[in-house]
């Protein structure tokens, strides 16, 4: 079967808390300003499930808070996760788009909602991907984690120890799907965390998040985020719902040079719920700043995901019932035994700008500085059990984000910072030789549009030793970043634009 995008969509400072009056008339109107702030914020209906959370998204600033870091369940906002690290595998060559994902007894047996795949066939990457963005599909969500974990239990381990990497000290994970588990668990902040690493680690993937429908087969497949087209400036993210949990969403937003990621757990209803994070981008996205890189959730090392063709043998001992003795019996000799736990990660970008938005605090207080660094740091000390440090077979333990500029000669180390501003990406290679000439490729069919272009690779860590990312750098803004890539694309080349 082959899969086709159908439609896509485009991608809160709190308010006044208090102030003091030199009257008591003027003591009045404040306390009033006060209760209408305060009702527009809460949900129309509270709910004792509902916790909540809207970050500026440039600089990491809490705009609004409210439990956000009180525990609850994520349901189907755990596929977030899932896709994190099915891109990751992407980007790391492990798979392709195209490579195909097989379905056990156990995955195609899971209740609804699902793709309803028969056990013993398979789909691709791409077709599993849009199947859990648009139906949240949780047959395709564990058909996955079989493939790229070996079973969906030792993929549950490898997602909280992504969580953990990230930063997501309060969040476990016991499944690949979201379906009820007492012991998988999350708060607003985590995934507000999450969303925002999604879109700044992967934005060659992150567009699959603004897919309304796609036809799968013979039928057409609509998503269940009803903010997309409908919010001016949401482009993703996902939806969520159990008994057990209420109606969650996580949504992100862009307009007029701001960003946002908004977290609404809880809700009553999926109206009700929808209706609260409106309310929440109308009022906190005038207030984000339009300055900031964005650059806010630091990369970790690769997870250790299988590749296809390990992954293929996995699931074939799985479905044929001797998953626990044979895959893990097999990950094992590979040394790939994971912890409980996971470490703090050790691998970051930019060490200066970490961890600046997400300190246990009250939710009042800005977070920035370095004395917000230095809790955040001891909570996740406090939080992550130390455990041996996760390795994959060929893994070189070298050293990351060595940035080097790219010519048609040999390549000359840079300044240690990336360029500032915005960049384009146009792939990523295991070998830097292969990504300099990737630039070159692209540079001469680019034209004007990157005459003023710095090409440059960005060597960063995958499970298989360095992966070295093809950029140019040096656009003034999105609209030169965007054209470029306008122009890479009819030229035949992947492309897409960040900023630094």
């Not at 009033?32 to 970050?55: L, N, Q």
């Not at 708060?187 to 567009?207: C, E, K, N």
Request: aromatic fraction near 6%; glycine fraction near 10%; charged fraction near 20%.
């Amino acid at each position: 079967m082959k899969s086709n995008v159908v439609s896509r969509s485009v991608f809160l400072d709190f308010l006044p808390r208090s102030c003091q009056a030199v009257a008591t008339v003027a003591q009045g109107l404040v306390m009033v300003g006060m209760v209408s702030t305060v009702a527009f914020a809460a949900p129309a209906e509270a709910s004792p499930k509902y916790a909540g959370i809207v970050i500026d998204a440039k600089t990491g600033k809490v705009l609004y808070s409210e439990d956000a870091d009180a525990l609850r369940y994520p349901a189907s906002l755990t596929k977030m996760m899932t896709l994190y690290l099915t891109f990751e595998a992407l980007e790391a060559g492990k798979i392709r788009l195209d490579t195909r994902v097989p379905f056990s007894k156990n995955a195609s047996s899971e209740p609804p909602t699902k793709l309803g795949v028969r056990a013993g066939n398979s789909i691709t990457v791409e077709q599993a991907m849009l199947g859990l963005i648009t139906r949240s599909a949780n047959d395709a969500s564990t058909a996955l984690a079989e493939m790229l974990g070996g079973s969906e239990e030792r993929f549950a381990r490898i997602m909280t120890q992504k969580a953990r990497a990230l930063g997501m000290t309060r969040t476990t994970y016991r499944n690949a799907n979201g379906l009820p588990n007492t012991a998988q668990v999350t708060t607003a902040r985590d995934q507000a965390r999450l969303g925002i690493a999604l879109r700044q680690h992967f934005p060659q993937y992150y567009d699959y998040f603004s897919v309304r429908s796609f036809r799968f087969g013979k039928q057409v497949i609509n998503g269940h985020n009803r903010l997309l087209g409908s919010v001016r400036g949401v482009d993703g993210i996902k939806t969520g719902y159990t008994r057990a949990s209420g109606y969650n969403l996580v949504t992100s937003a862009v307009a007029d040079g701001r960003s946002v990621v908004g977290v609404v757990l809880g809700g009553r209803s999926g109206g009700a719920r929808d209706q609260q994070m409106r309310k929440l981008i109308a009022a906190y996205m005038p207030k984000a700043s339009r300055r900031g890189g964005g650059d806010l959730i630091a990369e970790t090392k690769d997870a250790p995901t299988l590749t296809a063709d390990v992954a293929s043998e996995a699931v074939t001992a799985s479905a044929s019932e001797t998953v626990t003795a044979s895959a893990s019996g097999t990950l094992s000799n590979r040394g790939m035994e994971l912890p409980e736990n996971g470490p703090i990660p050790t691998y970051r970008y930019n060490e200066a700008r970490i961890e600046t938005a997400y300190a246990a605090t009250s939710g009042e207080n800005e977070i920035v500085g370095k004395r917000a660094l230095a809790a955040t740091l001891k909570l996740q000390r406090e939080s992550a059990v130390p455990a041996e440090e996760l390795t994959e077979q060929g893994d070189t333990g070298g050293s990351l984000d060595k940035l080097t500029t790219s010519s048609t000669t040999t390549a000359t180390m840079a300044s240690e910072s990336t360029p500032s501003g915005w960049v384009i990406q146009i792939g990523a290679t295991p070998d830097k030789g292969q990504a300099q000439e990737l630039l070159s490729k692209a540079k001469n069919s680019g034209g004007k549009a990157l005459s003023s272009a710095m090409p440059f690779t960005v060597a960063v860590n995958s499970g298989s030793g360095a992966l070295y990312r093809a950029r140019f750098g040096g656009f003034d803004n999105q609209n030169g970043a965007a054209a470029a890539c306008k122009v890479l694309k009819r030229k035949g080349f992947a492309c897409w634009a960040s900023q630094q």
